[in-house]
């Protein structure tokens, strides 16, 4: 029996902190999770599995056009037409979602109501399994508590949408520990809402495949689902990739580098790597600089040149296959900033003047309100609750006098910056 | 911190070059003063690429190197304790130590790079040369700022603090970075730009996304339109088939009425029988079949007759017919009995004369024989075959002795011929000793070509060596090879030393050179400077004093009056003369000061030049000194070198022409050596070529020969010898051939001699079997080989006759018992048939025999053929009566059917019948065409068309037709609207566009986010930096006003008492204070002015760096150049008390300032540093 598990699809949600501009592989992208979705279908069927259970979150429930249902439906007929069988539990993403109710789906697939655990059986296979959707976004309850045990004589599989005993990054739902999915007897657990593949446990198998397609760069790394062959009662998985686009943080360390060049030379270096590791997918990379060095002041004097320059370096190095996402700044200079504080002159008031912003969010929060307030009450709303424009978070606004300070430097420095 | 030494160890020009920088009482104050081109801005770069690395890309590695540029220092820290550094250029670990005392580089430890920048509070190259540092650019730039900021406190203050060029600038800078990303009422913002297509996407979005209820709604108008046009396709189709039926039925009605009345006719007739069609032709055929049947039978019975009586007639002899074969046989064999019977008579003849053939050739052989006997007489086949061959073998061998006999003739006379040839052919002579020397002086010729080459050698090297002699030397050759030369190293050293006294003297001459045309270029600036009034400082004060001197005059006189009234007296008395002179004085003194104020800049250049001509025609002077000692030295050079060349009697040699000399004569002496080693092989080869000849003259001698004359050359003697050596040698060949020849003609003489012997023994031999063999065939022994051939001949005719002879008597048997059995096989058969044979010979009885069978064969033959005749018409008559009878029955059988009483009455009832048929067959057709019309039984129709009459037909069909096209249109409404229904569910079709909006959209929202960001990171900064400029202003106002005041009024030589405050529309600005009190605002400032202004903030404010932050080396790069004498010594007395403070490094490349430096009351603070 072979069977793939696949969790967390988020079919149509659209990858997160990709600006566009001049180069970048805005068309090889696009329809990213669609793709990685078709690479899954096209997986089944290749590997001719008997079937696939997919453990939630099929898509997002904020973002509910019709459309994406109807292309999850045709892959699942696709599927049919296979004759492979599908079993679906709803997340916290797909459980209102009306979409899901209206939609309608070929009788390959199964989907397990919500109202409490239900077993199906396929008596061919040998298989039993076991499962429960959402009901509601947030269920805080412990699902897997009033699951079945297992049916003697069968394969038994439970699927399940839970957060276990909690992970960073994730909403805690539908918790549960180890110990009540051992209680349970079944030979796998099938689980989706974390994004990173994690084998839980192996007696019995606790799985979570992670998500089919990263959609930030804090989900790095190949995407994909579970190739699970059970053979004569021992159970074997491989993780197969299926992603489009793989998301890759590059660090660069520029301790010794003495002007840009090294800094492009070795970033380019990192670049081919990371496309090395993508096996010919698009890369989304994020740069982050880091150590001290002369490259300092000119990095710190003019930051957005030098993301023009990573990025028209990182299209020439990719072949047009790479996407910058950020360049994140945290490039110090030799010598600990504190030391300019010291004395009279106006460099060292500076440092102490921004020092004292910092220490004092009331101060910071004032300073912020009253130069910033014109653009603030522009911005939109969705986005001032997003993570990247929280100007009213302290720790954002320290971040920005970070920046600040450098630029100052650099400017007080004058041309004269770069020894 | 300050500097202690430096060690320019390789950087720029520089190699090894070390910079002792004492400290006296203070930290220091050090001029460092290199001339153009000398290294001056190369010290600078190096002092700040020791303090801060060595820059990646840099113009200091001409001479040395990128990895080998160095550049160290030794110094001494706040603590007292002193630090050895050496920076090399490199990425990483650029930093080691230096042994101070030894100057030793330590490159094995080396120092974390923070060992110096620690020193430096952390401070980059920037930041440093902004605060520490003092240039004329610097300087310039913040002047014109300050004219620009209008003297605004708060940042001038900071400018100048700073170090910066443009405070202004970096604001605005920071500002317009801001305004590029966003205004808020505006559009054209980046910032703005982005929030605006924020919305186009979102809208965009909301265009594209599908929500559920609307594919539900979708789907579901979809379905009610698709059954809305269900039913009325239904309804439609249900008018359309009633339609159908009423055409059906129109078209029904005719057919109908026509099978009503058929069918009446047919029950008229019912009672007729059904006849067949065809009835009245198979009636008559019967009865046509009855008549040919009858006349049949009746013809066949006459024929019947006929035949009968013809058959009696007959008669057969059956006897001949059981013979036929016999008789056939005797018939065909009466021929052979014939020839038979005739041929017996010539055989007996041809017998006899065969016989007598025989008996002539028995007596021609000599034997008496019967003829029948003679066959015993023959010889056997092998004995003829035998005699044969003796014959041949006799032929074969008497030829070959023949042959033999003739070869042996002719090798007799070659042999005689030979032997006398050999008789007349020379002996040889005897000359082996004469060979055996030649081997051993085979290479004379050799060596007397080698000889004669030696010779022109010599002659040639000889005559080099003269000539070379000639050229080097006075005296001989052989004094020349003894002579003692000096040493090629001696050379070198002079011409080094003649070479570097004629790099300082070129140098000289060339300093002296440029001296003089910038002196010339200095003196005609001075004239154009002095073109026009030129007012200096001396002139003006001498205008002052005079204007002073004359009002002096009047306030004594003034005075000494003492009353008002006579001051009013004496000024209406003071002659106009004097108020006219003073009134000039005054004017003159106040044109000259604002002409010199005007002008000030001119002034100081004109100075500056002036002092500048003074200084070059110092320099001029001590390039004279330079160059009476360098021609001193020169003298002394060149005695010591005469004394080095005196024994080559060469006095105007020079170091390079004796190194040249010395190797010509180094050659000369390689030569002459050759010429030595020449003259040694040619002595030996004479000897070798002597030897030759005597061992040659010996072999001569020895054989015979003349031995060789004086004028003969050894080569030659040589070709005579082997020249008679030659000749004996053919003579000897020659000889040896011919008898060689001779021997070989002997051998095959004896050869042919045996064979001869040979081929006679085998005749002898022959002549034995030939004797035994011929004996046989009756012949004597001796009979030649022809008679045998005859006697051969004999016996072959013999056998043929006796052939003959035999087939001949068969012959004959055989013909006589051919006629006996035909004889008695023909009295057999005619006595058997009763044929009569009397009287008759056999042949005649066999031929009437065989007419008799003929006839009886003929009439047999007509028997058979009346027997045929007649069985064949019986069985006509039979047949006949057979079909009659049948026809009859077949009338019978049709009178039967149609149930009449006879054939008479068959064609009525025929008639009847087929019109019965012809109905029948109508109303068929009428069925089956309802049938098919309608496709079904003929029963539905007739029901369908109940009672429907054609009119009431039309008119239902008219009102049909009506309702059918209302319904035909509602249909097509229906369609449409389900197509509609049905685009627009299909139009959901899964597809990307609101997918793609949203990435669009998120895109959209990350580019704001940046947007926003950087926007705040400027604003931010801007604000911070404005915050910090006014604070700096607050803290510091006071004490760096009050001391930058005070250096002011010093450099400004009182011109300006100080600096003070005011407001001005709502702003603090800078003025400048008059000893009297005057305010003067920075724009009223001369440019010169507002430069020492600028200067005396930033050395408040270095002042007051170094308090916070301790003592710093500040480094002064040309900063004095635009200052007029005075204010330069000013600002150096400034300088000079700064370096109580810290180390002050003054980098100049003018040496006015140097001297002013150095003449100025501070001359014991300052170390002057020539580069």
């Known amino acids: ?419 | 911190m300050k500097f202690a030494r430096l060690y320019l160890k390789a950087f720029g020009p520089f190699r090894d070059r070390i910079v002792e920088l004492p400290a006296g009482a203070s930290h220091g104050f050090h001029v460092v003063f290199g001339p153009n081109e000398a290294g001056k801005s190369t010290m600078l770069r190096a002092v700040t690429g020791f303090l801060f690395g060595i820059p990646e890309r840099t113009g200091d590695a001409f001479l040395h190197e990128y990895n080998a540029l160095r550049v160290g220092a030794t110094l001494t820290l706040a603590d007292g304790q002193r630090l050895s550094v050496m920076r090399r250029k490199a990425r990483k670990a650029t930093l080691f130590g230096i042994d101070e005392s030894t100057g030793a580089e330590i490159t094995d430890g080396p120092l974390p790079d923070s060992a110096v920048s620690d020193l430096l509070g952390g401070l980059d190259l920037g930041l440093y040369q902004n605060l520490f540092g003092l240039d004329l650019n610097g300087l310039v730039a913040g002047s014109d700022e300050l004219l620009r900021g209008e003297g605004e406190v708060g940042r001038s203050l900071f400018q100048a603090a700073a170090g910066l060029a443009s405070l202004r600038t970096v604001i605005a800078d920071l500002d317009d970075e801001a305004a590029a990303i966003f205004k808020p009422r505006g559009s054209s913002g980046r910032l703005n730009r982005a929030l605006h297509e924020f919305d186009e996407h979102k809208r965009a979005l909301k265009d594209t996304t599908v929500r559920t209820a609307q594919w539900e709604t979708a789907e579901r108008e979809y379905r009610q339109a698709a059954a809305e046009h269900g039913q009325l396709r239904e309804a439609l189709k249900d008018r359309r088939s009633e339609q159908l039926r009423l055409q059906r039925i129109r078209i029904n009605l005719p057919l109908l009425a026509e099978r009503q009345l058929k069918r009446e006719e047919a029950a008229s007739i019912a009672h007729i029988p059904l006849l067949s069609a065809d009835a009245p032709q198979l009636r008559a055929a019967a009865q046509e079949r009855l008549r040919n049947a009858e006349d049949a039978k009746q013809s066949a019975e006459a024929r019947l007759a006929q035949l009968e009586s013809a058959a009696a007639g007959l008669v057969v002899r059956e006897g001949l017919l059981e013979y036929a074969s016999a008789i056939e046989q005797n018939f065909h064999a009466v021929d052979a009995y014939r020839v038979a019977r005739e041929s017996v008579p010539r055989l007996v003849r041809e017998r006899a004369d065969l016989s007598e053939k025989i008996r002539k050739l028995l007596a021609e052989i000599g034997a008496y024989h019967e003829v029948m006997d003679a066959r015993e007489l023959l010889p056997p086949e092998t004995l003829l075959a035998r005699v044969e061959s003796l014959i041949d073998e006799q032929d074969r061998l008497t030829e070959r002795d023949e042959q033999i006999g003739e070869r042996i003739r002719a090798k007799e006379t070659a042999i005689e011929q030979l032997e006398e040839r050999l008789a007349a052919l020379p002996e040889s002579a005897h000359l082996d000793a004469l060979e055996a020397s030649l081997a051993s002086v085979a290479n004379v010729a050799d060596l007397e070509i080698r000889r004669r080459k030696l010779d022109c050698d010599i002659a040639d090297a000889d005559g080099r060596l003269q000539r070379d002699t000639a050229s080097l030397w006075a005296g001989s050759l052989a004094e020349l090879v003894v002579l003692t030369v000096p040493m090629a190293e001696a050379a070198g050293t002079f011409e080094n030393e003649f070479a570097a006294l004629a790099q300082e003297e070129r140098l000289v001459a060339e300093n002296d050179v440029t001296l003089r045309r910038d002196l010339e270029e200095r003196r005609r600036e001075l004239e154009v400077l002095a073109t026009g009034e030129i007012v200096t400082q001396a002139e003006l004060a001498a205008a002052r004093a005079e204007r002073d001197r004359q009002w002096a005059d009047l306030r004594r006189s003034y005075s000494a009056d003492g009353s008002h009234a006579a001051a009013k007296a004496v000024g209406a008395a003071i002659p106009h003369a004097v108020a006219a002179a003073f009134e000039a004085t005054i004017r003159e003194s106040d044109r000259l000061a604002d002409l010199l104020r005007a002008d000030t800049e001119r002034v100081t250049t004109l100075e500056a030049t002036r002092q500048r001509i003074a200084a070059m025609q110092t320099e001029a002077q001590r390039n004279e000194e330079q160059r009476e000692r360098l021609a001193g030295k020169r003298g002394n050079l060149e005695q010591q070198w005469a004394a080095v060349v005196a024994p080559l009697r060469r006095k105007d040699l020079s170091p390079a022409a004796l190194r040249d000399w010395l190797s010509r004569h180094q050659r000369l002496l390689e030569r002459h050596g050759e010429w030595e080693s020449l003259r040694t092989e040619w002595a030996l080869v004479g000897r070798d070529i002597a030897r030759a000849r005597s061992l040659l003259d010996t072999a001569l001698l020895a054989c015979g020969l003349t031995a060789s004359t004086a004028d003969e050359s050894a080569a030659g003697v040589l070709a005579r010898a082997q020249q008679a050596v030659n000749g004996a040698r053919k003579a000897r060949a020659d000889r040896d051939a011919v008898a060689e020849q001779i021997r070989a003609g002997a051998a095959e003489l004896r050869d042919l001699v045996k064979q001869r012997q040979q081929t006679t023994a085998r005749l002898a031999e022959w002549q034995q079997k030939w004797a035994s063999a011929v004996e046989r065939l009756h012949l004597t022994t001796d009979a030649v080989p022809a008679e045998a051939r005859t006697r051969l001949d004999q016996f072959s005719r013999l056998s043929t006759t006796l052939e003959a002879l035999s087939r001949l008597m068969e012959e004959s048997s055989a013909h006589e018992s051919v006629a006996t059995r035909f004889d008695a096989k023909v009295s057999d058969i005619a006595r058997t048939v009763a044929e009569t044979a009397q009287g008759m010979s056999s042949d005649t009885v066999a031929i009437r025999l065989y007419d008799a069978l003929a006839e009886t064969r003929s009439a047999d033959m007509k028997r058979q053929q009346l027997a045929n005749d007649l069985e064949r018409e019986i069985r006509t008559s039979a047949d006949a009566a057979i079909a009659a009878a049948q026809a009859r029955d077949a009338l019978h059988e049709l009178v039967r059917l149609a149930a009449c009483d006879s054939v008479d009455e068959l064609p009525e009832v025929e008639a009847r019948a087929a019109r019965k048929h012809s109905l029948q067959h109508r109303l068929h057709e009428i069925d089956e065409q309802l049938v098919q019309q309608n496709a079904r039984p003929v029963d539905d129709v007739l029901h369908e068309a109940g009672a429907w009459t054609l009119d009431g037909v039309e008119r239902q069909l008219e009102e049909l037709g009506t309702e059918v096209e209302v319904t035909e249109r509602q249909v097509e409404a229906a369609q449409e609207a389900v197509f509609g229904a049905k685009q627009r569910f299909d139009a959901i079709d899964g597809g990307t566009a609101a997918a793609e909006a949203q990435q669009t959209l998120q895109s959209s929202a990350t580019r704001i986010a940046k947007e926003a960001r950087t926007y705040a990171r400027a604003r931010l900064a801007s604000a911070i930096l404005n915050q910090v400029v006014q604070l700096y202003r607050e803290q510091h106002q006071g004490p760096l006003l009050a001391r930058a005041a005070e250096v002011f009024a010093r450099m400004t030589l009182g011109s300006f008492a100080g600096l003070t405050v005011d407001y001005e529309d709502d702003r603090q600005v800078l003025l400048g204070v008059r000893p009297d009190a005057a305010r003067v605002p920075v724009a009223g400032m001369s440019q010169g002015t507002r430069d020492q202004l600028f200067l005396a903030l930033r050395l408040a404010a270095i002042e007051q760096h170094i308090e916070g932050r301790g003592p710093f080396p500040v480094i002064v790069d040309d900063l004095l150049v635009q200052f007029d004498d005075e204010r330069a010594v000013a600002t150096l007395e400034v300088l000079s008390e700064l370096s109580s403070k810290t180390q002050v490094l003054f980098f100049t490349h003018h040496q006015h300032l140097v001297e002013l430096a150095e003449r100025s009351t501070m001359k014991e603070k300052i170390s002057v540093q020539r580069l």
């Open chain 1, 1 to 419: 029996m072979r069977f793939l598990h696949c969790a967390d699809i988020h079919l149509d949600s659209p990858l997160r902190g990709l600006e566009r501009y001049e180069g970048a592989p805005v068309d090889q992208v696009r329809g990213a999770t669609r793709r990685a979705f078709e690479n899954m279908i096209q997986c089944a069927i290749r590997e001719k599995v008997d079937f696939v259970v997919i453990a939630g979150d099929l898509y997002d429930g904020d973002w509910p056009d019709f459309n994406t249902g109807l292309f999850f439906a045709k892959g699942m007929a696709q599927l049919g037409e296979s004759g492979i069988a599908v079993y679906v539990v709803r997340g916290n993403h797909d459980a209102a979602s009306k979409l899901t109710r209206s939609l309608p789906l070929p009788g390959n697939v199964h989907l397990f109501p919500h109202k409490a655990p239900k077993t199906l059986i396929d008596d061919q296979l040998g298989l039993a399994i076991h499962g429960q959707s959402f009901a509601t976004a947030a269920v805080l309850e412990d699902l897997a508590a009033a699951y079945p045990s297992a049916l003697p004589g069968y394969f038994n599989l439970g699927a399940l949408h839970t957060s276990l005993t909690g992970r960073p990054g994730h909403d805690n739902y539908a918790p549960t520990t180890e110990l009540v999915l051992k209680s349970k007897g079944y030979d796998y657990w099938a689980l989706g809402h974390v994004h990173a593949r994690e084998i839980v446990a192996r007696a019995p198998w606790v799985v979570y495949p992670g998500n089919l397609q990263g959609r930030k760069i804090t989900e790095q790394g190949a995407k994909g689902c579970e190739l699970v062959t059970v053979e004569d009662g021992s159970i074997t998985t491989e993780s197969i990739a299926l992603d489009v686009l793989r998301w890759s943080e590059l660090v660069i360390d520029v301790a010794g580098m003495t002007d840009l060049d090294a800094l492009l030379e070795r970033a380019a270096a990192e670049v081919r790597s990371a496309m090395t590791k993508a096996d010919g997918r698009i890369v989304g990379m994020r740069f982050r600089l880091h150590g001290a060095s002369a490259v300092h002041r000119d990095v710190s004097a003019h930051p957005e040149v030098i993301v023009e320059q990573l990025r028209a370096m990182a299209l020439d190095a990719s072949a047009g296959n790479a996407w910058v996402e950020k360049v994140d700044f945290r490039v110090r200079p030799y010598a600990a900033i504190n030391r300019f504080a010291t004395g009279d002159d106006p460099v060292a008031l500076l440092v102490r003047e921004l020092d004292a912003f910092a220490q004092d969010p009331d101060k910071l929060a004032a300073l912020a309100n009253e130069t910033l307030r014109d653009m603030q009450l522009k911005l939109p709303a969705e986005l001032t609750q997003g993570d990247e424009l929280r100007l009213d978070d302290v720790e954002v606004l320290r971040d920005l006098l970070r920046e600040a300070e450098d630029e100052l430097l650099a400017r007080l420095a004058g041309e004269r910056g770069t020894p």
